[in-house]
């Protein structure tokens, strides 16, 4: 909510017109003020009272994670990502919304003071970069569910990144589902361990963990046994970028 509305719709005027160059300006057009209306159209009930949001991007929307992702690149490009000499020391660098990872040559300190420049930049957008964490090569650093290092050798090693407030706890089996919801729930979660995670050692640790909190929502050890047995035993594939 703190992109301001004239802006994420900026944003995506020039996005259109790059991505899209084939679409008619009349087609432009509706989608922009369809866009308006998404913008206008956020109230919220509270007491008995309703409420219409005065300032900013409206928040939990249908159109908020994508408008917010055009707006942040668009800020993002305009002012950082066109500077050479500001990323000079960026190796590569990959974003979500508003979270980020990548890889920066150079030390801890040059490390801030690159992320205080970049917030210089970006306060005239009224974005700014209020947490970071920088790590060696060597050591686990988060990105969204991920985390990953480079080890001695220069290899990626990847894991899984859970916060401390994630209670990890599923559907429990007692409830009024047909039994297949269940298996998939735990075949799904299993399998999700196996992309995100390089190393089989590693692997059978998570799924572990993993099957201790299906046992905790009363599946049957059986069941949750056999699917995280058959997944232990499958190739790590990724899908095509």
């Not at 409420?51 to 690149?73: D, E, F, M, W």
């Not at 991920?146 to 429990?172: A, H, P, V, W």
């Amino acid at each position: 909510d703190s992109i301001k509305p004239e802006l994420a719709m900026e944003a995506l005027k020039i996005s259109i017109d790059e991505c899209r160059p084939y679409w008619t300006d009349e087609f432009k057009t509706w989608i922009i003020d369809l866009v308006k209306l998404s913008f206008k159209s956020s109230v919220g009930q509270f007491e008995g009272c309703w409420y219409k949001q005065r300032k900013g991007v409206p928040t939990g929307g249908s159109l908020c994670v994508q408008i917010a992702n055009i707006a942040v690149y668009y800020c993002l490009r305009e002012v950082v990502y066109s500077d050479l000499t500001l990323m000079k020391n960026v190796i590569t660098t990959k974003r979500f919304i508003d979270d980020g990872a990548g890889v920066f040559d150079g030390t801890k300190r040059q490390f801030t003071d690159f992320i205080q420049n970049i917030n210089d930049k970006l306060s005239q957008f009224s974005l700014h970069i209020d947490e970071h964490t920088v790590c060696s090569p060597n050591e686990f650093i988060s990105f969204l569910d991920i985390q990953y290092c480079f080890d001695q050798n220069g290899d990626l090693q990847t894991d899984l990144y859970t916060k401390e407030t994630d209670s990890r706890s599923y559907l429990y089996y007692g409830s009024c589902h047909p039994n297949h919801v269940y298996s998939i729930i735990v075949y799904s979660q299993c399998l999700r361990l196996r992309r995100i995670i390089n190393d089989d050692e590693r692997l059978c640790k998570r799924i572990d963990e993993l099957k201790t909190c299906f046992y905790n929502s009363c599946y049957p050890e059986k069941m949750v046994e056999n699917i995280s047995s058959k997944v232990k035993s499958m190739e790590r594939v990724l899908p095509d970028p």
